[in-house]
């Protein structure tokens, strides 16, 4: 029995490593973009990889209660960025992707709260629910990098940055439910 539990610790130890759960106060640093593979063109500097994961508990009884658990997470392995021009303003609009992945996964988890109760629900509901969320996601983080230059335009950068602080503060209710 301690083989298997030690088997499985020495599997998931480095599946975990490559990605970081989204938590207040906890800030990304540029050792932590370790892929090396540049997707996204010549122009740009660094590039998070983010979003969401979820896991649910369900029945086959639709009236049986759900539990779905929904957590923002970073990428390490996909995330990349060019060591001759990094900068902490950059990694401030890289932290910030991170950050509009934690507010949708709150707007999701409010919605879920709010919609989505038994086994039944789930089966009839979340699949569309969660694609509406994530093509608002989606159009959100491409707005923010055309609006901001991709952190080049420090005056929209700045402007951001006061959005993303008050959705996250809006949605403190659903940041861990």
């Not at 401030?92 to 109760?117: C, T």
Request: proline share 2%; glycine share 4%.
């Amino acid at each position: 029995m301690k083989w298997i539990y030690l088997l499985s610790l020495l599997i998931t130890i480095p599946l975990f490593g490559q990605k970081i759960i989204w938590q207040e106060g906890q800030k990304l640093n540029w050792s932590q973009f370790k892929s090396n593979t540049n997707k996204k063109g010549n122009n740009v500097v660094a590039y998070t990889h983010c979003g969401w994961e979820y896991t649910v508990v369900t029945s086959t009884n639709p009236n049986i209660p759900i539990k779905i658990e929904i957590i923002t997470i970073f990428n390490e392995d996909k995330s990349w960025k060019d060591p001759k021009h990094i900068n902490d303003y950059v990694l401030n609009h890289e932290q910030k992707h991170f950050d509009i992945a934690e507010i949708y996964a709150r707007k999701l988890r409010k919605e879920v709260s709010e919609k989505i109760k038994t086994s039944g629900d789930f089966k009839r509901s979340f699949q569309a629910l969660y694609n509406r969320v994530s093509n608002e996601y989606r159009d959100f983080q491409i707005l923010y990098d055309k609006d901001t230059q991709h952190g080049i335009n420090e005056e929209k950068q700045a402007e951001y940055n006061v959005v993303i602080t008050r959705e996250l503060e809006n949605l403190k209710n659903f940041k861990d439910i």
